[in-house]
């Protein structure tokens, strides 16, 4: 290792993090755009095209895209859940805000630039070539982070000395003890799913997110078309405002990280994440809420673009939660948790243009809004310093982190 000078691998590999975010998006909100000329191709309705959609998000258009789609989805469902594990083993505890915000930042970069690139693919190219665009995008940005990542920090060669001590020092332990201690031994233990399946703030978390993915997910899915069809903007325009969500989420998830970990370490991790995540998911609702209501269109995104940049402050913090709480077991834990975020995205994909066809859309933004209101309050359930880890003894959890322990 390079003792020499502190390095700064973790920061390195949390930015590659942020490419592979912004490449999953990319290929996620794709289709979206691309959605209105295979609808036309293949004399898709937009409930059908919903089902397409919603079709990647259970796995993670109709006949063969189904099946494509679905098996994309599988193939993307490791990303975010193992940027958790990397984050649980690599990134101080009073860091992981501002990680996890960086992180999916990459998620509104992506989804951001998706409407022109891939809109301009489309009108001189087709839309078939806007996925091959897309694969080589991916396969590239794998195989730099196969390269450059390793599972832990000990096992990097460009970790210096003094980088291993400060990330060892802020993990998640109360290693600031005896290391042979029972309770330190605890939390170096794999969380039996029992005990996962049995915690309120677990629960409480993938509940809050499938609202989270719901109201997300609209505009992952449907913002774009919305805006071309509803508000009948032309297809330029459309690609561009439909940029602004996406904008809002790549600027508000870190500026959210940065807050939530300054107020963790100020006013305490209830503070700091819950109560925080659960303002910010509650202005969402109002903004949405609001904005669907608005009759200029061009108000209007900016409007609901608002509402994706407040829902996107509390990003970080499900992901830092989830982190704080599970410890070696933090990617199966908030994978569990993703996995109510993209039930909620795979049901708004289908049921966000039934209830469009049947009441309106501003029916199903309100809906939206209204899960908002839910994902908040389910917040409030949840205590950051309730350890998931069983004890030698008993296999129960340990129910809170001890009273000395630093955030």
Not at 70 to 87: D, M
């Amino acid at each position: 290792m390079n003792d020499a000078k502190s390095s700064h691998v973790r920061w390195f590999l949390v930015f590659w993090l942020f490419i592979l975010s912004s490449v999953a998006f990319l290929d996620r909100v794709n289709i979206a755009i691309a959605g209105a000329s295979i609808a036309a191709a293949y004399h898709f309705s937009n409930v059908q095209l919903g089902w397409v959609f919603s079709s990647f998000l259970i796995g993670y258009a109709l006949l063969l895209f189904v099946a494509i789609r679905f098996l994309f989805g599988a193939g993307e469902a490791v990303i975010f859940p193992a940027s958790n594990q990397f984050v649980a083993r690599w990134i101080p505890v009073h860091e992981r805000g501002l990680a996890n915000g960086l992180i999916f930042a990459g998620v509104g970069v992506g989804a951001g630039l998706t409407p022109p690139l891939i809109t301009y693919i489309i009108v001189h190219h087709g839309w078939r070539s806007s996925f091959w665009v897309c694969a080589l995008i991916g396969l590239v940005a794998g195989a730099v982070w196969f390269m450059a990542a390793r599972d832990t920090p000990e096992e990097h060669s460009r970790v210096s000395a003094s980088e291993l001590g400060r990330i060892r020092a802020g993990l998640n332990i109360s290693s600031r003890g005896d290391e042979s201690s029972p309770l330190q031994k605890a939390l170096d233990t794999f969380v039996p799913w029992r005990i996962v399946l049995k915690s309120k703030e677990v629960w409480a978390l993938t509940v809050s997110y499938f609202c989270y993915g719901y109201m997300a997910w609209i505009f992952f899915s449907w913002f774009y078309i919305y805006l071309a069809q509803v508000r009948e903007l032309n297809l330029k325009a459309s690609a561009w405002y439909a940029m602004l969500p996406f904008l809002a989420m790549a600027v508000c998830s870190p500026l959210g990280g940065l807050v939530s970990d300054r107020l963790t370490r100020t006013r305490g991790p209830r503070i700091g994440r819950c109560v925080l995540a659960a303002s910010a998911i509650a202005v969402a609702a109002i903004f949405i809420a609001f904005g669907s209501q608005v009759h200029s269109a061009r108000v209007a995104s900016l409007i609901l673009a608002g509402g994706a940049g407040a829902l996107y402050v509390s990003q970080s913090s499900f992901w830092s939660v989830s982190a704080d709480i599970a410890g070696p077991s933090s990617g199966s834990v908030s994978g569990f948790m993703n996995m109510g975020a993209q039930i909620g995205g795979a049901v708004t994909a289908s049921l966000t243009p039934a209830i469009a066809s049947w009441f309106g859309w501003t029916a199903s933004f309100l809906v939206a809004a209204g899960l908002c209101v839910l994902g908040a309050a389910a917040w409030l359930l949840v205590d950051p310093r309730r350890i998931l880890t069983p004890t030698f003894q008993h296999g129960t959890a340990v129910t809170a982190l001890p009273a000395e322990t630093e955030y």
